[in-house]
């Protein structure tokens, strides 16, 4: 283990990417995402995905070269192809333009069509949130979790992330899996040779299990039991059905080089406060945070990162590639 900055690791991983094929901008947004993940702690979505995503590019299921395109067919839509690239690129577009169109129109929807695993999806919706709008990140994934009393999986663990700036401080970001756990910790499990608690995952047969290799051969326990199962369902239909790409049970996996393209999508919903009829929306969140954070024991969600996150700007991390 070698310890860098962030900015060093960032040059290592985009230089292995370019390495296998990518074009220095798609590498330089991958490795971006990477690093961010891993300094915010989230290492199922930081450097473990590394070795899947560099197969994925040498086998093709990725194009690495791919430019991800923007299309306006309504004033409110920002439609994005990212052209069976990585998501970080069409994502990055979408937040580069969603600001003055969500500003222009109050609100406005990005379909991202052709895509891939967009990581932690946390990350990108604070990006929006640190612009002063509120903002939302729907994001199919291949199949994990099946509907509540089946067996096969029907939908992903299908990650639902929102965002809300905090006057004077770092946004508010809520980031979960629509499974107990997001696969990425029992891929990194995996990995390390680790096991898994008992509760997060079903082999293939339906039966609890602590082995993360037969946990990624079966189902994921959804969050909630039945009602996480059917918020699964809704985030299929926001991101694949309403953006027109594969369904879960259709999608190749994001964890090896088998098949073609997993062809996934993304949503991404951005507001401006303020053109909802008034300027009452920081007051507002400065208040529901210190109902939150008065009382001992609590915190409000995504904090601890911003911890992690400044501990690694200060001493950067151990890199192992």
Same mark, same amino acid.
């Given at each position: 283990?070698t310890?860098y900055?962030?900015a060093?690791?960032?040059?290592?991983?985009?230089?292995?990417?370019?390495?296998?094929?990518?074009?220095?901008?798609?590498?330089?947004?991958? *490795?971006?995402?990477?690093i961010? *993940?891993?300094?915010?702690?989230l290492?199922?979505?930081?450097?473990?995905?590394v070795p899947?995503?560099?197969?994925?590019?040498?086998?093709?299921?990725?194009?690495?070269?791919?430019?991800?395109?923007?299309?306006?067919?309504?004033?409110?839509? %920002?439609? @994005?192809?990212? #052209?069976?690239g990585? *998501?970080?690129?069409? =994502?990055?577009?979408?937040?580069?333009?969603?600001?003055? %169109?969500a500003?222009?129109?109050?609100?406005?929807?990005?379909? =991202?069509?052709?895509?891939n695993?967009?990581?932690?999806?946390g990350?990108?919706?604070?990006?929006?949130?640190?612009?002063g %709008?509120v903002?939302?990140?729907?994001?199919?994934?291949?199949g994990?979790?099946?509907?509540?009393?089946?067996?096969?999986?029907v939908?992903?663990?299908?990650?639902?992330?929102?965002a809300?700036?905090?006057?004077?401080?770092?946004?508010?970001?809520?980031?979960m899996?629509?499974?107990?756990? /997001? $696969?990425?910790? @029992?891929?990194?499990?995996?990995?390390k040779?680790?096991?898994?608690?008992?509760?997060w995952?079903?082999? #293939?047969?339906?039966k609890?299990?602590?082995?993360?290799? #037969? /946990?990624?051969?079966?189902?994921?326990?959804?969050?909630?039991?039945a009602?996480?199962?059917?918020?699964a369902m809704m985030?299929?239909?926001?991101?694949a059905?309403?953006?027109?790409?594969?369904?879960a049970?259709?999608?190749?996996?994001?964890?090896? !080089?088998?098949?073609?393209?997993?062809?996934?999508?993304?949503?991404?919903?951005?507001?401006?406060?303020?053109?909802?009829?008034?300027?009452?929306?920081?007051? $507002?969140?400065k208040?529901?945070?210190?109902? @939150?954070?008065?009382? !001992?024991g609590?915190? %409000?969600?995504?904090?601890? $990162?911003?911890?992690l996150?400044?501990? *690694?700007?200060?001493?950067?991390i151990?890199?192992?590639?």
């Amino acid at each position: 283990m070698t310890r860098y900055s962030l900015a060093e690791a960032e040059d290592k991983v985009a230089a292995l990417f370019v390495g296998a094929g990518a074009s220095a901008a798609n590498a330089a947004s991958v *490795a971006q995402a990477l690093i961010a *993940a891993e300094a915010d702690g989230l290492k199922g979505h930081g450097l473990s995905r590394v070795p899947t995503y560099l197969a994925m590019l040498k086998s093709g299921k990725i194009d690495g070269q791919a430019v991800p395109t923007a299309r306006q067919p309504k004033p409110g839509v %920002l439609a @994005i192809d990212a #052209a069976h690239g990585f *998501a970080y690129p069409a =994502i990055d577009l979408a937040i580069v333009e969603l600001p003055e %169109l969500a500003r222009r129109q109050g609100i406005v929807a990005a379909p =991202i069509r052709r895509s891939n695993h967009c990581g932690a999806a946390g990350l990108h919706v604070e990006r929006l949130a640190e612009q002063g %709008l509120v903002a939302l990140l729907f994001a199919n994934t291949p199949g994990a979790i099946a509907p509540w009393g089946g067996a096969k999986p029907v939908f992903g663990t299908n990650p639902i992330a929102f965002a809300a700036p905090l006057a004077g401080r770092e946004p508010l970001v809520i980031d979960m899996a629509l499974s107990k756990v /997001a $696969r990425g910790p @029992i891929v990194a499990a995996k990995q390390k040779g680790e096991s898994i608690p008992e509760g997060w995952a079903l082999d #293939a047969a339906g039966k609890p299990t602590t082995d993360p290799a #037969a /946990a990624l051969a079966g189902t994921m326990v959804p969050l909630g039991d039945a009602k996480g199962a059917t918020l699964a369902m809704m985030v299929e239909i926001l991101a694949a059905a309403l953006v027109g790409t594969h369904f879960a049970f259709q999608a190749s996996s994001f964890l090896d !080089d088998k098949g073609g393209p997993p062809d996934t999508g993304q949503l991404i919903l951005a507001i401006d406060p303020a053109s909802m009829g008034g300027n009452w929306f920081a007051e $507002r969140m400065k208040l529901l945070a210190h109902a @939150i954070e008065e009382q !001992d024991g609590t915190r %409000l969600p995504g904090m601890r $990162r911003y911890g992690l996150r400044a501990k *690694a700007k200060a001493e950067g991390i151990e890199v192992d590639l």
